[in-house]
């Protein structure tokens, strides 16, 4: 069965740290690309980052520069995202999305995981 | 900053048609952008509809279909069902050499009344 799980999300106070992981199945993480998108409570959808394929080409937001890191595990079927110096405003529920390289397209999105920053 | 526009809200009545838009602050949308369209139902995930402008997602159903209409992307649908009550996204693709980015449009509400 072909699925992604976050997980790792939580409440973390600001300039606090977190990693998520996401949990590939039905295929290898080597064959796809993965994107983080986030949703703040009640409002759209953000892209995050994205780790192409080959593991070495990596994208970011302009929001996330320099804070957020993706990452992956072969060994593990894993990608993760690093998330440092957090902020209020980085308060949301992360999804893990499979992307194709081309045409771009993100085809499948796991369930997602809440980060919550809060004093 | 780039910002993808697109309608706040939009209604429809049932068996009936409508076509949501998604432009871009940079210019024409084009082909080149690659447009995705997502729906997303409250507390879900979203679920991929369209992408590379016109192509449906093998479950997605056949009265769902994406076009270019006058510098926007557009998705549109046809023979609505109340089950199409839903939030829309679509997505941009930027790339520019080894730089690239992909920027969510600002999303629409679609109420079946």
């Known amino acids: 069965q072909v699925q992604l799980v976050e997980s790792g999300g939580g409440v973390v106070q600001p300039g606090g740290s977190l990693r998520l992981s996401c949990a590939a199945s039905g295929f290898g993480i080597n064959r796809f690309g993965i994107h983080w998108v986030r949703q703040a409570p009640g409002k759209g959808l953000e892209w995050v980052t994205f780790?192409?394929?080959?593991?070495?080409?990596?994208h970011y937001a302009d929001s996330v520069k320099g804070r957020l890191t993706i990452s992956r595990d072969n060994s593990q079927n894993r990608v993760y995202l690093q998330m440092n110096s957090l902020r209020l405003e980085d308060t949301a529920v992360y999804y893990c999305?499979?992307?194709?390289?081309?045409?771009?397209?993100?085809?499948?999105w796991g369930q997602g995981t809440l980060v919550s920053v809060s004093p | 900053q780039t910002v993808v526009t697109q309608e706040p809200s939009l209604t429809v009545s049932p068996g009936g048609t409508v076509t949501l838009t998604c432009a871009s602050n940079?210019?024409?949308?084009?082909?080149?952008?690659?447009p995705n369209w997502f729906q997303q139902k409250p507390g879900q995930a979203p679920r991929s509809l369209t992408y590379?402008?016109?192509n449906r997602q093998s479950w997605t159903p056949a009265r769902f279909s994406g076009s270019l209409l006058g510098g926007k992307a557009a998705l549109t649908l046809s023979g609505v069902q109340p089950e199409d009550e839903a939030e829309y996204y679509c997505l941009l693709y930027f790339g520019d050499g080894d730089a690239q980015t992909w920027v969510f449009g600002t999303g629409t509400k679609v109420t079946v009344l």
């Open positions: 590379n402008t016109v």
């Open positions: 780790l192409r394929y080959d593991g070495v080409s990596k």
């Open positions: 940079t210019g024409a949308v084009t082909s080149g952008n690659y």
């Open positions: 999305a499979r992307g194709v390289d081309w045409p771009p397209s993100i085809q499948l």
